[in-house]
């Protein structure tokens, strides 16, 4: 089975962006004959400061998400921060993804499903992959057909995230779908003065021991020029390097 890609600019900063970055992956989708699945937030809700740029919001965010489905054809993912964002956001998205920090969230979890999309929930930083059968639970009750979960690290001390990759096997016996968001695994919360740092440098290697324990997808946010990107640039993965990492787990 083709494992699940999931890439895109962390938040909306433009729809010049959206479309350089689409452009790439539709090229990438022709050329390794793969689907990767277009990601982007309308609002970064979960921000460290409140002076940081959140995105454009929901109404103008989605308006632009559509753009980018029509015009290229890609399959829309976007998160949700409040349960009434679901509904309008299930008209545009292909797959709405609930934060790490909102997992347990009972409501948002019923909303997503309501929609009748996929729901990708984020296991929270401090779960374990076991864990993540209570917030499926609630989605499957809630009427959700196809469930992913996404493991994005846990808090290890202060501004510091470790992978433990047992929790994609654990985490395997819950949903068949599993995804590595391997950008925000290499995290350092908090620890940027007022934002989050990271590196970005690891990012293939966190797909790589991913696959080694099973993941069946796998989650990167991309920018043509992450060192100047409104969020996450520490730990977003540059652009243009997308295709080598893609054709490795691929091989």
Same mark, same amino acid.
Request: hydrophobic share 45%; net charge negative.
């Given at each position: 089975m083709q494992p699940v890609f999931i890439a895109g600019p962390c938040v909306i900063e433009s729809q010049e962006l959206l479309n350089n970055v689409a452009e790439q992956l539709v090229k990438l989708n022709k050329t390794l004959n793969i689907d990767i699945i277009f990601k982007s937030s309308f609002d970064k809700a979960n921000r460290t400061s409140i002076s940081s740029y959140r995105g454009p919001g929901l109404e103008k965010g989605l308006r632009m998400l559509a753009e980018v489905k029509e015009k290229?054809?890609?399959? !829309?993912?976007?998160?949700?921060? @409040?349960?009434?964002?679901? @509904?309008?956001?299930? @008209?545009?998205?292909?797959? !709405?993804?609930?934060?790490?920090?909102?997992?347990?969230?009972?409501?948002?979890?019923?909303?997503?499903?309501?929609?009748?999309? !996929?729901?990708? !929930?984020?296991?929270?930083?401090?779960?374990?992959?076991?864990?993540?059968?209570?917030?499926v639970e609630k989605a499957r009750d809630a009427g959700a057909k196809d469930i992913w979960l996404t493991e994005r690290g846990n808090i290890y001390g202060y501004n510091n995230l470790v992978v433990d990759f047992r929790n994609i096997a654990d985490m395997l016996e819950i949903v068949p779908t599993v995804i590595m968001d391997c950008t925000h695994s290499v995290q350092r919360p908090g620890a940027g003065g007022g934002k989050t740092s990271g590196d970005r440098r690891f990012v293939p290697q966190m797909a790589m021991a991913a696959k080694a324990f099973g993941a069946t997808g796998y989650f990167f946010e991309v920018h043509p020029d992450p060192d100047n990107a409104l969020s996450d640039g520490p730990n977003m993965l540059q652009l243009d390097d997308l295709e080598t990492v893609v054709k490795n787990i691929c091989r």
């Open positions: 290229y054809g890609l399959k !829309i993912l976007t998160d949700i921060h @409040e349960s009434w964002q679901a @509904e309008p956001v299930g @008209e545009v998205a292909d797959v !709405i993804q609930i934060p790490a920090f909102l997992c347990r969230q009972t409501d948002l979890l019923v909303a997503a499903a309501h929609t009748g999309r !996929i729901v990708n !929930i984020k296991k929270a930083q401090f779960l374990s992959g076991k864990d993540m059968v209570y917030p």
